[in-house]
């Protein structure tokens, strides 16, 4: 995956603390560990909070991380110890929940419509938490989260489908957080991110084959294939690892050009891993999402997303 993606590569962590950074923030300080479920994977990271700052900091997938959120001006910055360089987020933008496990509550409620709803309270870790449930349009479950109102910050959330992500607070202790913490490291530099604008293969784009969806082929290093969805369709491309270093890039594109950044749409792949991006419905007949093995080889399957989705 890209280095946001790569710092947290479980699946899309969509949950929480964006939609907070616009509210005032609470004057809470304390420490906790944070508890990340994935399937069988247990991820462990300890949390400081103060004010409208937190960090994050320990292991996920085998990776050192530190992050560092400011919800007033809603952004996360992330970085591993032996980097000179930061990589920074919105809090609203969907990256950031790969950094930061609380983020990205924007994102999920951007597709339930209506936004969390509160149901009820109930204690957690010995908080009294308001509960709050994110349903989809036709009222299926898509995330509950529990906010300790003396905290004014989530401690636990649970996505109902099996296999996804629980997060749990615990181990909370109230105590004052030294500023310092809450800081980049002296002489850490903002990166600049690589991938803007075409990449050096994008010349290759018009000669490459327009596949009809939907399709499941394993691809190989350099080899290309465009879709160009109807207006208003949803595409899923999914990548299986096949061999080790699968490297995948699934990007949409505008009259030639990538829609973004396209380093956001290439993503790295180990044995047994895989990897489902989602495409919002297009509006232009010239759209087209264009999927590239960069390395080794990998299943790739493409579908129209089911409307719920």
Request: charged letters at 25%; hydrophobic letters at 40%.
């Amino acid at each position: 995956m890209n280095y946001l993606r790569s710092l947290i590569t479980l699946p899309l962590l969509v949950v929480l603390f964006a939609s907070m950074s616009d509210s005032s923030a609470s004057g809470a300080e304390f420490t906790g560990r944070v508890l990340v479920q994935m399937q069988s994977e247990l991820d462990t990271l300890h949390l400081f909070v103060k004010g409208d700052r937190y960090l994050l900091r320990g292991t996920m997938d085998s990776m050192t991380i530190n992050a560092l959120a400011d919800r007033t001006r809603g952004i996360v910055d992330a970085w591993t110890p032996s980097d000179t360089q930061y990589h920074e987020a919105s809090l609203k933008d969907m990256s950031a929940a790969f950094i930061d496990p609380f983020a990205a509550i924007d994102f999920v409620a951007a597709m339930c419509e209506n936004g969390p709803k509160k149901e009820g309270t109930e204690t957690i870790e010995g908080y009294a938490c308001d509960k709050y449930v994110l349903r989809t349009k036709d009222g299926t479950e898509a995330m509950t989260y529990w906010v300790a109102r003396a905290l004014d910050f989530p401690i636990k959330i649970a996505e109902p489908a099996e296999g996804a992500m629980s997060l749990t607070v615990d181990q909370i202790k109230e105590t004052a957080v030294n500023a310092s913490l809450l800081q980049l490291p002296h002489g850490m530099v903002l990166a600049v991110e690589p991938g803007e604008g075409a990449p050096a293969w994008a010349k290759d784009i018009p000669g490459a084959p327009i596949i009809k969806v939907p399709y499941s082929r394993i691809m190989a290093a350099g080899e290309i294939i465009r879709v160009k969805p109807r207006i208003g369709q949803k595409i899923e491309v999914r990548c299986d690892h096949t061999e080790n270093g699968t490297q995948f890039c699934g990007s949409s594109f505008k009259n030639g050009e990538p829609d973004g950044n396209i380093m956001m749409g290439t993503f790295n792949l180990d044995s047994g891993q895989n990897w489902t991006e989602r495409f919002e419905p297009f509006a232009a007949k010239d759209d087209e999402i264009v999927i590239r093995m960069n390395k080794g080889r990998g299943l790739i399957t493409i579908q129209v997303a089911k409307k719920d989705e």
